[in-house]
Nanobody, 116 residues
């Protein structure tokens, strides 16, 4: 199983960035896919997830600014991030969960840096 995240980078506050995560080795359409992030010195936190039925859930801190989506034909989950703030700076990790609340697979992370 591999979750390959990409698309991170440096962006100015107020800007936009999209990250993606390509999955292999799993029946992608059956999994709940998510994005977590971990900022320096802080614990990892859930950003958003999308279920196999395409229901979505967002952390309060990103509601209205971030959008999670999935393309089952490409085995890929996306996170569109708009109106970025310096506090969004973190390593973003994609994850896959099946039946349990906790993910069972994690990607390697991609760094998003938002400058003020």
């Amino acid at each position: 199983v591999q979750l390959q995240a990409s698309g991170g980078g440096l962006v100015q506050a107020g800007g936009s960035l999209s990250v993606s995560c390509a999955a292999s080795g799993i029946s992608f359409g059956n999994y709940r896919m998510g994005w977590d992030r971990q900022a320096p010195g802080k614990e990892r936190e859930l950003v958003a997830y999308i279920t196999s039925l395409r229901s979505t859930n967002y952390a309060d801190s990103v509601k209205g600014r971030f959008t999670i989506s999935r393309d089952n034909a490409k085995n890929t989950v996306y996170l569109q991030m708009n109106s970025l703030k310096p506090e969004d700076t973190a390593v973003y990790y994609c994850s896959a969960a099946l039946w349990s609340p906790d993910p069972i697979y994690w990607g390697q992370g991609t760094l998003v840096t938002v400058s003020s």
